[in-house]
């Protein structure tokens, strides 16, 4: 089964609002990441969070990791159309260095 | 960016076939790995290496080999592709070091008709 799980869902929203989406994962981790991937493109890491680790920021970007509810949310402030692109978190678990996958949200931003 | 690179960019093959895509990447990363990318599925592992000679399982491995004999090569086989196996599949590398990040190549698309 995969690790790291988004909520399935496709946002949109207008320039300047901000963008929150959210991972689960299901079994102990490392480290959780964010990814990036714009159309047809391969995916840009954005920030990683470490499991003893609960919030961090990057720019517009700010994560939070629950690791007692094993979730992550990523927040985009102020969005821009630049933004548009489809967001992944990813997963390491302890003792290996596979990186798990979700399934993605779609993040649309309307100029 | 990270030098990493996969060819083919594109790719149309006929059901029964053997495939190979390549992965190159110019880092001495140790870790090396190979995803599908399919609609509603996300990115899923098929097989990744953690150093030369050294490979493993992911979660959608069968009908799918790998070979790593250099550090800097990748090599991801369909034995005899099949239709099921049209996808983007994409090839990142990573450090040793746990709390790091992946680097990613452009995809290759492949279509088995």
């Known amino acids: 089964s995969q690790q790291g799980e988004e909520d399935p869902q496709a946002l949109s929203i207008q320039e300047g609002e901000n963008a929150t989406m959210n991972c689960s994962y299901k079994t102990s981790i490392n480290n959780l990441q964010w990814y990036r991937q714009n159309s047809g493109r391969g995916l840009v890491h954005l920030i990683l969070i470490r499991s003893n680790e609960r919030e961090k920021h990057s720019g517009r970007l700010r994560v939070t990791l629950d690791t007692s509810k094993k979730s992550s949310s990523l927040l985009i402030t102020a969005s821009r159309a630049a933004d548009t692109a489809s967001y992944f978190c990813?997963?390491?678990?302890?003792?290996?260095?596979?990186?798990?996958f979700g399934k993605g949200n779609q993040v649309v931003v309307i100029p | 960016d990270a030098g990493i690179t996969q060819s083919p960019r594109h790719k149309v093959t006929e059901t029964g076939t053997p495939v190979t895509l390549r992965c190159h990447q110019t880092?001495?990363?140790?870790?090396m790995y190979w995803y599908r990318q399919d609609p509603g599925h996300g990115l899923r592992l098929i097989h990744y290496s953690y150093g030369v000679k050294d490979t493993d399982k992911g979660e959608v491995s069968d009908g799918y080999s790998v070979s790593r004999s250099k550090t800097e090569d990748f090599l991801l086989t369909l034995e005899s592709a099949t239709s099921s196996q049209t996808s983007v599949y994409f090839c990142?590398?990573?450090?040793?070091?746990?709390?790091?990040?992946?680097?990613f190549g452009q995809g290759t698309r492949l279509t088995v008709v």
């Open positions: 990813a997963t390491v678990l302890y003792g290996n260095n596979r990186l798990a």
């Open positions: 990142a590398i990573s450090e040793l070091r746990e709390n790091t990040e992946a680097f």
């Open positions: 880092e001495n990363h140790r870790y």
